[in-house]
């Protein structure tokens, strides 16, 4: 009777492979690579424009140095018009945002208006800002009006689904002791939902202050009002070391203001 061989005892560690097979990773591999193939053969990428271009950048980028700050007014006026959208737009969102996330939190509302509520927040979070913008910049016209408008929508969506999910995941043997001396729904929301869910809420608020200093930059481009609107002037005009000197103001803006968000939300810890 011959003994049966055992199998080697692995002595290093292996950590645990994704696709479970060599063949399986091979495959997931090959159609990644075709995929890439197809995606890039599909563009109709012109390596001759892309060389052509460079030249153009060059230029682009030496035209813009040294920046010129000599129209500081000018740049002032946009950089204040795009914190002012910012501020306002954040403030106006979060008012919106409460009724939205209140009626989105599955533990609060009923099931149809709470059905209605996370329709609404998908569906406004399909549409990215600038999307949003030129929509509003059709209604209203150009400038700051139609900021406004778009970060107050977009910031009311974002606030309102994280609302509605801080809601849902707080503890719920408070909301059950308040029900159950008799309480109204506005005293359960203020007696045992606001206090769960307020440091975590004014953290996200600051949060979305700091992306709508960026956006407001951005959704200038389309005709939405702040500096935005400057930049996008001064290329339009080959005004490009105005450009650089906007766009350094607008490097600065938006890292003052990440560390501000920073700093806020270490404090509310």
């Known amino acids: 009777m011959s003994a049966t061989a055992s199998p080697a005892y692995p002595t290093t560690w292996r950590p ?33 424009r892309i060389l052509a271009g460079l030249p153009r950048a060059l230029d682009i980028f030496a035209r813009m140095v040294p920046p010129d700050f000599s129209r500081w007014e000018m740049l002032l006026s946009g950089m204040v018009e795009s914190i002012q959208i ?72 974002f606030l309102g689904k994280m609302l509605a999910e801080d809601i849902e995941n707080m503890k719920e043997g ?25 440091v975590k809420s004014l953290g996200v608020l600051i949060y979305r202050l700091d992306a709508n200093l960026r956006h407001s930059t951005v959704i200038g481009i389309v005709g939405a009002g702040g500096i935005g609107q400057t930049l996008s002037a001064s290329f339009s005009r080959y005004d490009f070391d105005f450009s650089s000197a906007i766009l350094l103001t607008i490097a600065a803006l938006v890292a003052l203001g990440e560390w501000f968000s920073d700093w806020a939300r270490r404090r509310l810890r």
């Open 16 to 48: 645990p492979s994704l696709f479970g097979s060599r063949r399986r990773r091979f495959i997931f591999w090959a159609a990644v690579v075709a995929y890439v193939i197809w995606s890039v053969s599909d563009l109709n990428i012109d390596g001759n």
């Open 86 to 157: 910012a501020i306002a737009s954040t403030i106006v969102g979060a008012l919106l945002a409460i009724p939205i996330g209140l009626a989105a939190a599955a533990n609060l509302s009923p099931r149809p208006l709470y059905f209605l509520a996370r329709g609404f927040i998908v569906i406004g979070r399909t549409f990215h800002e600038v999307i949003i913008a030129i929509f509003f910049v059709k209604l209203f016209g150009f400038g700051p009006v139609a900021g406004l408008l778009t970060l107050a929508f977009s910031s009311a969506i």
């Open 174 to 198: 408070p909301v059950e002791a308040i029900r159950a001396t008799g309480a109204s729904f506005g005293q359960v929301v203020g007696y045992a939902v606001v206090p769960q869910v307020m």
